[in-house]
């Protein structure tokens, strides 16, 4: 099969590889060895007057391109090769028992696509995933031709998807082995005496990560930094995590061990774009008593002070000053407030951050309008998704869940799909998920917890690894809005289809489109005198590319 893959493109000149599927209970997952894995086709290399659509669906469409041109009729049937090949996929047209009687059928089957150039919101930072430690051991475990396609597959601007961020915890995390911290001996020793090189987890990662930029062809990446726990004597409970602040006598302590850190990963050649001040922390004040992993509590009134009359100042007077402090890093339920607060109990902290960081857990349950109330009371300030991940039995928090890993869902890529549009339609700027790779029980770490992720790897074979849908959800999005791109107004006449559009740097165009419906859908997109018509497969994802 692979060698009829290979020959097939040779033939016709494809220059991306097909997906190797394979199918689960749950859906299907696209299938990576040494020798083969699937590629996207370079689309950047569009000339002025043509039109390209890329496709991934619920009934197995793995970034499937299509080509037009400006001046033709531009229309396009979204499972449809460049080649003129009708390639219908199982399960694609609409089911005879998926009625279209009634209204809200009716209107999902048309849906008008409205793009607005002159209306212009933020500017896009970038996409990417995390490094942690579970993810370092895991790309440990499996041969260094595998390494790089995982590598490639994230991080290549011409075969992947173009993460160029990475969010690395300072110290250890919940994605460990252990809980760990630098300068965890000699005990109450504020000059960090201790604390005069790396971790030897820090110099494996340091390795790996030059490998990922060779295996990519890259030079830069923005790395993200944020601290989980200090070591804890300096903390009130002497202990990992629970109930935990930082004591008073080591605020200043514990700024300049964030700075020690950038030293010393800045000696080894990695320079961070940016670090928070510090993951989750109401973790360490609310959620002690269901998060057993690391943790550092605090109140946005001490975190002001913190960082207003130590962090703050230490940064912007040293030769870091340059390197972003983003805020919060915690749950959008926190925002506005959070910030509001810091804002009251210090009038200096607000003006060393220069973002705020936020994760999407319970944005089931919290209103995308906390996004426009942050955005309208502090619009100096921008808004990163830090992390997501699907979550299960993650030491009791979602204790409905039953399930890690899925092998093949996608109903979790629609997540992704609908939650990066939600963010993107209110101000966030870009997109960090969690871990890039796990194992097949979504570990491993010290506390047990269990989690989705794009990429799962076969630890056992130690021969392949999947690509889940959320990967390609993930892909639509940012493989094709590059960095500095702007959002631009786009509207949908039903929410049958969520959209959000960009201009990118090179006034090209980047429209993304998801079909939640469980039908096909006629899409009819007007931008100025550009008209697109698309027919789409039902629940599914779209990308197109035009100027």
Known sequence: MLLVFILIGCI????????????????????????????????DLIEKDDIVLVSTSMAGLRFEVTHSKHGRRNSFIANSTKYGINIMSKGDALHPDESTDNLSNL???????????????????????????????????????LQNHVYRSYFSKTEGI???????????????????????SPVHDASLSNFLSLDKRDFKRISQLSDLKSAAGIDEIKFIGAAWSPPPWMKTNNDWTGLSTLKPEY???????????????????????????????????????????????????????????????????????????????DQRFVMPY???????????????????????????????????DTHRLFPDKFILNTESCIVDKLVGVFPMTFHGPLLGSWERAEQ?????????????????????????????????GTVDAPIIVNTTAKNEFYKQPMFYAIGHFSRFIVENST?????????????VGYQRPDKSIVIVLFNKDSQKTNIKLRDGNTKIRLTVPPRSIHTLVYY
């Open 12 to 43: 016709i000149g494809i220059h991306a590889l097909p997906c190797l599927k394979k199918e689960y209970p749950d859906g299907i997952v696209c299938v990576c060895t040494e020798e083969y894995c699937d590629t996207l086709e370079n689309v």
């Open 107 to 145: 209107l999902c089957m048309n849906i008008d696509v409205t793009v607005n150039r002159s209306i212009t919101y933020q500017t896009n930072v970038g996409f990417g995933g995390a490094f942690t430690g579970a993810v370092s051991h895991v790309m440990e475990t499996i041969p260094k031709k």
């Open 162 to 184: 173009g993460y160029t961020m990475i969010r690395m915890p300072i110290g250890g995390s919940d994605f460990d082995f252990v809980p760990w911290a630098h300068q965890e």
């Open 251 to 329: 605020y200043r302590t514990w700024a300049q061990y964030h700075l020690k850190f950038l030293e010393l990963m800045a000696d080894r050649g990695i320079h961070f774009w940016a670090f928070s001040t510090g993951n989750e922390p109401l973790n360490g004040l609310v959620g002690w008593f269901f998060i057993h992993f690391m943790s550092l509590g605090w109140t946005a009134s001490e975190q002001a002070i913190w960082v207003g009359e130590h962090l703050g100042p230490l940064l912007r007077n040293s030769s870091f000053k340059d390197v972003k402090l983003l805020g919060g890093d």
């Open 338 to 372: 959070w910030f509001e607060q810091m804002n009251a109990s210090h009038k200096d902290a607000l003006r060393y951050l220069d973002g705020f960081a936020v994760h999407w857990y319970w944005n089931d349950v919290t209103p995308v309008v906390l996004l426009d």
């Open 416 to 448: 992704y799909a609908q939650s990066y549009i939600e963010d993107f339609t209110h101000w966030v700027v870009g997109w960090v998920d969690w871990n890039i790779v796990l194992d097949e029980a979504g570990g491993p770490n010290y506390v047990n």
């Open 487 to 499: 959002r631009i107004k786009v509207h949908s006449s039903n929410d049958c289809v969520l959209t």
